[in-house]
Structure formats: structure tokens, C-alpha cells
């Protein structure tokens, strides 16, 4: 069966610095990987994924992810965290129609 | 293009009460889902479609039924509440065409049952 995990429930990180969310997955046949993140309040929007090629895949908001095979991961990224980037982050993996999400990493970039 | 919207946004049950959670999508996608958010727990799927007149179980489908009798629309019903029921609510469509399309996600609606 198809899975994700995020090793870390909260992350908290200085504004200005870089930041990493870290996603692990397991799968059966290529991967087909996904970040959302998901603002007080809201539902989840959609940030980017990995289908195939390029290993560092670039999305919304600034933010990036790197596919790395040989570790099964597929860790978020940002240069230069912003206040505005605190949220709940979720990684996500394809499991034939659906999505299996993993348990959330709340990050927080303080002044 | 309203995308994904959610009705009602709040609602407070009690015990063995019924209710409809309604998701309607603009955008003409074939797959609709229902899931349910847990604090730990990320996001469960409870039951999902992939067209109109199709539902199928996801991984936490007991206590739930639903129906997507047009396309633009799925429905979420409780027969009979109960407390562990209590959760935040989220519909997401997304379009055909590619195992690698994007969910597109409503905007959750919060459900407490007493």
C-alpha cells in the first residue's frame, strides 16, 4: 500500500531563513507526489508535485520540493521564510484515484 | 468560478441526528471525495466517486453514505450522529485526464455532535 510520512509535527523556523518540511514515502511503482498546504481555517491549496523528470520541482509561493529516490523522499523547501508561510503542511501521495495524505507538519517563522 | 464551495460551514448535532453535508464544483471535474481532518491524524478519505451516478468506500466509510446524482454535486450524509463524528469536513473534485491532476478542496465545514 501507498503511504507518506512527515517525521515532524511542528517546525519552527526564524523569517529570513530557509526552511525544509520533510516528507518520506513508500510506494509500490513511480511515485506520483504532492504538497498542499492549508491556512487557518481553510482548506488545503494546492502547492506542487512530482510526476517524472527534474528532480527539484519548483511551485506556488516561492516554495520547492526535491524528489530524492534512493532516501523515498520528497522534502518541502523554501529559501526565505516569510511570516505569512506559517501554516499546516501536508504531504501526499497517489494511491490509484486517490490521495493519501500524511499527518500534517505545522510550521511556524517567527519575526 | 466559485471552484469547490461547502454547505453549511458550522453545524452542532445531537446524538443520533441526521444531516447532509453538501459539495458542489464549477469546474466539470469527474472525481469528487469526501474526507474527514482529525487533529494527528491528516486527512481521511471517507468515500469518493469518479462520476456522476459512482461512489465508492475510502478508508474510514462506516457511519457515512453519500450520492452524486449530477455531476456537480456529492453529498455527505450521517444517519445517525454520533460523537466520534465530530471532525472538520472537506470535499475535493478534480478533474480526469491523469492519475496526477490536482484536488482541488472546498473550505471544510466543522461538525460537533453532542
Known amino acids: 500500500a501507498q503511504s507518506v510520512a512527515q517525521p515532524e509535527d511542528q517546525v519552527n523556523v526564524a523569517e529570513g531563513n530557509p526552511l525544509t518540511v520533510k516528507c518520506t514515502y513508500s510506494?509500490?511503482?513511480?511515485?506520483?507526489l504532492f504538497w498542499y498546504v492549508q491556512y487557518p481555517n481553510r482548506g488545503l491549496q494546492f502547492l506542487l508535485k512530482?510526476?517524472?523528470?527534474?528532480?527539484l520541482v519548483k511551485g506556488s509561493y516561492g516554495f520547492e520540493a526535491e524528489f530524492n529516490k534512493s532516501q523515498t523522499s520528497f522534502h518541502l523547501k523554501k529559501p526565505s521564510a516569510l511570516v505569512s508561510d506559517s501554516a499546516l503542511y501536508f504531504c501526499?501521495?497517489?494511491?490509484?484515484?486517490?490521495?493519501?495524505f500524511g499527518q500534517g507538519t505545522e510550521l511556524s517563522v517567527k519575526p | 468560478n466559485a471552484g469547490v464551495t461547502q454547505t453549511p460551514k458550522f453545524r452542532v448535532l445531537k446524538t443520533g441526528q441526521s444531516m447532509t453535508l453538501l459539495c458542489a464544483q464549477d469546474m466539470n471535474h469527474e472525481y469528487m471525495y469526501w474526507y474527514r481532518q482529525d487533529p494527528g491524524m491528516g486527512l481521511r478519505l471517507i468515500h469518493y466517486s469518479v462520476g456522476e451516478g459512482t461512489t465508492a468506500k475510502g478508508e474510514v466509510p462506516d457511519g457515512y453514505n453519500v450520492s452524486r446524482l449530477k455531476k456537480q454535486n456529492f453529498l455527505l450524509g450521517l444517519e445517525s450522529a454520533a460523537p466520534s463524528q465530530t471532525s472538520v469536513y472537506f470535499c475535493?473534485?478534480?478533474?480526469?485526464?491523469?492519475?496526477?491532476?490536482?484536488?482541488?478542496f472546498g473550505p471544510g465545514t466543522r461538525l460537533t455532535v453532542l
Open positions: 512530482y510526476i517524472t523528470g527534474d528532480n
Open positions: 501526499a501521495v497517489r494511491d490509484g484515484g486517490k490521495l493519501i
Open positions: 510506494v509500490s511503482g513511480n511515485p506520483y
Open positions: 475535493a473534485s478534480r478533474a480526469s485526464g491523469g492519475p496526477y491532476n490536482e484536488q482541488f
